[in-house]
């Protein structure tokens, strides 16, 4: 079983900053995709930014240029950082890890989610 915990959310001013954090751990064989997302209030969950399989970076098109996502060397710990924080920014981020399970079984593992609110 693959267990997936954030941290890093809070509250900020607009222009301020906030790095998000993510850590997967329990019996992982291999991670291919690992991303963000994030769920306003009233909106269905969207795409903030991900990492691929093959290492490609994609942004959402609110993120691009403000966020940027990156993971450790392991593959296991998942980073976003964002910047220039707006306050159509807030709402629930996160975080989704995929790939094998010991004994060679798909998984796709969600956190708990983080609240980012950015408010002045």
């Known amino acids: 079983q693959v267990e997936v915990v954030e941290s890093g959310g809070g509250s900020v001013e607009p222009g301020g900053s906030l790095r998000l954090s993510c850590a997967a751990s329990g019996s992982i064989s291999g991670i291919s995709h690992t991303g963000w997302y994030r769920q306003a209030p009233g909106k269905q969950r969207e795409l903030v930014a991900v990492i691929t399989g093959a290492h490609t970076i994609n942004y959402g098109d609110s993120a691009k240029g403000r966020f940027t996502i990156s993971r450790d060397s392991h593959g296991t710990t998942l980073y976003l950082q964002m910047d220039s924080l707006k306050t159509e920014d807030t709402g629930v981020y996160y975080c989704?890890?995929?790939?094998?399970?010991?004994?060679?079984?798909?998984?796709?593992?969600w956190g708990q989610g983080t609240q980012v609110t950015v408010s002045s």
């Open positions: 989704n890890f995929q790939g094998l399970e010991l004994g060679l079984r798909d998984f796709d593992a």
